[in-house]
């Protein structure tokens, strides 16, 4: 019997879903260090597998992964980050261990360094520097060839649970900053990828009522303005 390895996973996933290597792989890795992943030739790094994981809609936590001890040293260093940003609440505690975290990680790891960004920027968040936050999160985005573009351009264009996570920050803040209708467009445009590109249940759950929310919250929001706005013409006629 056939060993149901990962890289046997990625392959016979990709072929179901008719999906090219370029495709599954754009920002993330080579073609060729694909094919050497799925015909297991190669074994990704722990951080890469979840994110080809991701763009075939699959949650990596299903599966068994046997981590380098460099790899779970990493690990350890982004859950104490995770805490000191969500459970401590503690910006410059995080902020200093994003630092050590940066030294320790190469800068040509992408995923390593977009995963710094995008906490640098939930960093600004919480200081409400939002204009600083979103260039932070675009910045993130083009460490795997993403942007606003090419998903508004690509309903079916592949996306990582963290490019899904940056997304929906944009939106959010450009929201939170008074940027009302810039917000809808995000909203809107990942409301269409997630329909046109249906994702794996767990990432399905945990973004589309957010993004459904925000977005019918912007709509209001904006048709209540247009309204005021048109009342205020005609109240300047008297």
Not at 103 to 127: A, D, W
Request: net charge positive; proline share 2%.
């Amino acid at each position: 019997m056939e060993n149901n390895t990962l890289g046997r996973i990625l392959r016979e996933n990709r072929e179901k879903q008719k999906l090219s290597k370029q495709k599954v792989c754009r920002g993330l890795c080579t073609v060729m260090a694909l094919s050497r992943y799925e015909s297991d030739e190669r074994i990704p790094d722990k951080f890469l597998m979840d994110a080809l994981l991701e763009r075939l809609g699959f949650q990596p936590s299903k599966y068994e992964f046997v981590a380098s001890d460099q790899e779970f040293e990493y690990s350890m260093k982004r859950a104490q980050i995770e805490k000191l940003l969500y459970e401590k609440r503690d910006v410059q505690a995080c902020r200093e261990a994003l630092q050590e975290y940066e030294k320790q990680v190469q800068e040509k790891e992408r995923l390593h360094r977009q995963y710094i960004l995008l906490k640098k920027g939930l960093i600004l968040g919480r200081e409400e520097k939002y204009s600083d936050a979103i260039n932070v999160f675009e910045q993130a985005l083009k460490c795997t060839e993403c942007s606003e573009t090419n998903v508004a351009n690509q309903t079916d264009i592949l996306l990582t649970n963290t490019e899904t996570e940056l997304l929906y920050l944009i939106g959010k803040f450009l929201y939170i900053d008074g940027k009302k209708k810039d917000a809808c467009t995000y909203f809107r445009m990942l409301k269409n990828q997630m329909e046109q590109r249906p994702a794996g249940k767990e990432k399905w759950k945990e973004y589309y009522p957010c993004i459904l929310y925000r977005l019918a919250q912007c709509e209001f929001e904006l048709i209540i303005m247009a309204q005021v706005m048109s009342l205020s013409c005609r109240l300047k006629k008297y």
